[in-house]
């Protein structure tokens, strides 16, 4: 069976797409054949994370996802999967539909706690803080129309003491991404091929 080919779209540091680079490396289920980033390299360390790796991360600018170019890539890419790992632009609904049940995104709270407009990033972890919510998470969800609304599909937890700061919040969450985003990405894919295959017998 051809490997099924996962493409990832990230804004940021990259560390969830390096982790993701990083699992499917030799992997005879998946590769990663594509990553692109809205933000230039000077503002993104996705680009010399993937480099590292042997994997040029492409620009992508906010008009190109609008006009459907971003779509093109993808296709040009065979991607089979679309990974958002930290990625902060809206994806347009046409993206959405031609990537429906194959289009993920992970968030860094336990949805639907701290979820949706502006939360992002240090937002969350600040807004966790503020509540004193005694634990906080990660989520991996399906990519729908609505923002941070498609049906979760992983979710883990993390202990949040009183005197831990945002910054410290946002390492444990972190670290629970690199633990099992790649995983989860590994066990989607595994069981959706289990099933094509099986309709094909
Ligand atoms: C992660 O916390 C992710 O949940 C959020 O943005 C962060 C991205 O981090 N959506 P990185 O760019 O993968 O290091």
Same mark, same amino acid.
């Given at each position: 069976m051809e490997k099924q080919r996962i493409a990832v779209l990230a804004s940021g540091s990259g560390s969830n797409a390096e982790e993701i680079l990083r699992h499917f490396e030799g992997s005879a289920l998946a590769e990663v054949v594509w990553v692109g980033c809205n933000r230039p390299e000077a503002q993104a360390g996705v680009y010399g994370r993937t480099r590292a790796l042997g994997l040029e991360t492409t620009p992508i600018q906010a008009d190109q996802l609008k006009d459907g170019t971003v779509l093109k890539m993808l296709r040009l890419a065979r991607a089979d999967w679309v990974v958002l790992a930290g990625f902060l632009l809206r994806i347009p609904v046409e993206m959405v539909r031609d990537f429906q049940g194959s289009m993920i995104n +992970? %968030?860094?709270?336990?949805?639907?706690?701290?979820?949706?407009?502006?939360?992002?990033?240090?937002?969350? %972890?600040?807004?966790?803080?503020?509540?004193?919510?005694?634990?906080?998470?990660?989520? +991996?969800?399906?990519?729908?129309?609505?923002?941070?609304?498609?049906?979760? +599909?992983?979710?883990?937890?993390?202990?949040?003491?009183?005197?831990?700061?945002?910054?410290? +919040?946002?390492?444990?969450v972190a670290q629970l991404e690199h633990r099992y985003f790649a995983r989860t990405i590994d066990a989607l894919i595994r069981d959706a091929v289990a099933q094509t295959s099986l309709q094909h017998e």
């Open positions: +992970i %968030h860094p709270s336990l949805l639907p706690l701290f979820g949706g407009k502006g939360m992002y990033g240090m937002h969350v %972890h600040r807004a966790v803080k503020a509540a004193g919510a005694e634990e906080s998470g990660m989520t +991996i969800h399906w990519v729908t129309e609505e923002y941070d609304e498609g049906d979760v +599909i992983f979710q883990a937890s993390c202990a949040v003491k009183p005197d831990d700061e945002p910054e410290q +919040i946002a390492q444990k």
